[in-house]
């Protein structure tokens, strides 16, 4: 399958990294390359744009897109959890701007045999990184229910995650769960009728796949990392799909605009920290023309710092 994926707010990124031509910027999130093939065609033959992602398929696909840009290009298959190890293997020191363009892209959702869909049956898979083993079917199958129950719970806020899990081990104990198929029928056998906001399966599935690819326990790490990277000046913008991880990076943007991190009951400040960056305005949302065409743009939002020290 052709790795189609429409980049959201492209025209707020390019504003938000306020891009210096000769500068180096780093696409975290690499997907097919459509943020930074609007970055690189910025850039002048002395800029650099680094992308990185841990999906094989991604990085294939960018190096075609990416080819033709006359700045230089560097590719890299990894997670962008390791920052800070890639810009060393690459003899970088400090960045102008780096992306952060979370959750799943359009064409791991659209590609059925990923299993990251609840839409079509395909083996139970959602790993983002197919070099790694763990996947979809080690959680629904190994889990105990006390584990699943709270994944769905944390991950998927869904508030019949105690029914679902319980289902879930009930009816594995016949035979493994083996599709995204089964996993759905399960799921609706333990969720009312009556209960709305959209397909039952939805919230366990994102939370699964959060689970298999540790989207949230690298998130605040990964910003810190990528904050540390910058130049003084420097800018990081970050768009998030849904409140789990946006919570995450509003909290951790805000706590290094800070000045001071004491416990608000200290009465002098004995911490001596200093602000890092400072927020650049509200977050923002996509453009009302821009979700007539694109309507997995809706729940996105965008933030952006710049870094002060």
Known sequence: MEFRHESVMPDEVIDALKINAAGIYVDCTLGGGGHSFRIGNRLNED??????????????????????????????????????????????????????????????????????????????????????????????????????????????????????????????????????????????????????????AKRVFQAVRIEVNGELKILEDSIRSAVNCLKIGGRIAVITFHSLEDRIVKNTLSDMARDCICPKNFPVCVCNHRAEIKICGKAKSAASEELERNSRAKSAKLRVAEKIL
């Open 47 to 200: 800029g650099l744009i680094i992308g990185i992602d841990r999906d094989v398929d991604a990085v294939n696909a960018a190096t075609e897109k990416l080819a033709g840009l006359k700045c230089r290009v560097e590719i890299v298959h990894e997670n962008f959890s390791n920052l800070k190890s890639v810009l060393t293997d690459l003899n970088v020191d400090k960045i102008d701007g780096v992306l952060f363009d979370l959750g799943v892209s359009s064409y791991q959702i659209d590609t059925a045999e990923r299993g990251f869909s609840y839409m079509h049956d395909a083996p139970l898979d959602m790993r983002m990184d197919r070099t790694k083993n763990f996947s979809a079917f080690e959680v629904v199958n190994n889990y105990d229910e006390d584990s699943l129950k709270k994944i769905f719970r944390e991950y998927g806020e869904e508030k019949f995650s105690g029914r679902i899990a319980r289902k879930i081990v009930d009816a594995r104990k016949n035979s493994p769960i083996k599709t995204t198929g089964e996993l759905v029928k399960i799921i609706e056998s333990a969720v009312p009728k009556i209960s709305t906001g959209g397909h039952p």
